[in-house]
């Protein structure tokens, strides 16, 4: 029978890709801001009671890093209010009603200072409030051993049109993109370490994850690492444009004065890959269908 799932945060940028690419697949429940004021719990729980989904993909996040970083220590800022207060009440309602979690959450619960990509079994320790309200959320979940959580690190799509017609939030690939097929220079940082997931790959991940229920925490991502730099370069190759159009800058450079951002933020796809393979990508053949899909 087809699971019914209930998406909190279909409009954002990750979002909006699942219920694009499930609905054929699970019968979804999308209820808007004004369906449903998230931050109401009474109002939450009185809903999952009433439509009693199988399994529920929560994608609602204060995302904002740097605006977040304004309310560090601030319970009752809408920082921790949705990272983490609203991840609480969700597992509540969850386990009371029988539904499956699966809550998406960050690479930026890691301090970047690792050698090499972040394994599940590697220890958190944030080093921005962001991070650290992400984190305080995964604890809740941890809470109830029958949920899941996916780390997913830098997702881009090609396309995001919001239901109003104007353009949803900019992520890096479609900032590189936009610029590069306009001939105009971007700004990319070198001395990072990422494993940026395209959307596609990570909904394609949820979907299993949903699919089998499946416990624990599973990091989502590019099956290899590069800098932003790498990915900008690759891009651009396969663009057949220009690479002095790209500029080199420094993490600290771009990021002086804003919250502070991990060094290394790439994550091992290994477990997750045990469980299902050929869903997860490189980033060369993210960039790829990037651009194919790209309008
Ligand atoms: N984007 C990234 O680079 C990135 C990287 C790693 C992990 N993640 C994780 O991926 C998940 C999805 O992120 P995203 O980039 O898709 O986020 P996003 O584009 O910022 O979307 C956030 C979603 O949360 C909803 N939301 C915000 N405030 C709300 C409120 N007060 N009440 C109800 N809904 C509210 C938004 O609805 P409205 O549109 O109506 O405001 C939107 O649907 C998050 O868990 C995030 O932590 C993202």
């Known amino acids: 029978m087809t699971k019914k799932v209930l998406v909190l945060g279909a409009s954002g940028l990750v979002g909006s890709r699942f219920v694009e690419l499930s609905s054929n697949y699970f019968d979804l429940l999308t209820p808007s801001h004004q369906d449903l004021d998230l931050l109401n719990f009474e109002d939450l729980n009185a809903y999952i009671a009433e439509k009693a989904p199988d399994a529920i993909l929560n994608c609602v ?27 609480e009440a969700l597992v509540k309602a969850a ?17 970047g200072k690792k050698g090499s990509p972040y394994t599940e079994d590697d220890i958190p320790n944030p080093i921005n409030w962001y991070g650290q309200t992400k ?54 940082v070198t001395n990072q370490i990422i494993s940026p997931v395209f959307v596609d790959d990570a909904i394609r991940a949820f979907q299993v994850l949903i699919d089998r229920k499946e416990r624990g ?20 190759k396969q663009m057949h444009v220009s690479q002095e159009l790209i500029q080199e800058t420094t993490l600290d450079h771009l990021y002086q004065g804003k919250a502070p951002r991990p060094k290394n933020c790439a994550l091992n796809t290994r477990k997750f890959e045990t ?6 990508h490189s980033t060369t053949e993210g960039i790829k269908s990037f651009l194919q899909q790209v309008s």
């Open 135 to 188: 984190l305080i959320g995964e604890k809740f979940v941890h809470q109830e051993p029958s949920f899941g959580i996916a780390r997913i690190q830098m997702p881009y799509r090609a396309n995001f049109i919001k239901e109003d017609g104007t353009e949803g939030k900019k992520d890096f690939a479609r900032f590189f993109y936009g610029n590069l097929s306009l001939d105009k220079p971007i700004k990319v």
């Open 61 to 87: 996040a204060y995302t904002n890093v740097d605006t977040a970083e304004l309310e560090r220590e601030d319970k009752q800022g809408l920082s921790y209010q949705l990272n983490s207060g609203l991840v």
């Open 275 to 280: 469980l299902s393979e050929g869903v997860l």
């Open 217 to 236: 925490v599973f990091h989502i991502a590019s099956t290899n690492q590069i800098t932003p730099l790498g990915f900008a370069c690759e891009m651009a």
């Open 95 to 111: 386990s009371e009603h029988s539904a499956y979690l699966l809550q998406v959450s960050t690479d930026f619960v890691f301090d």
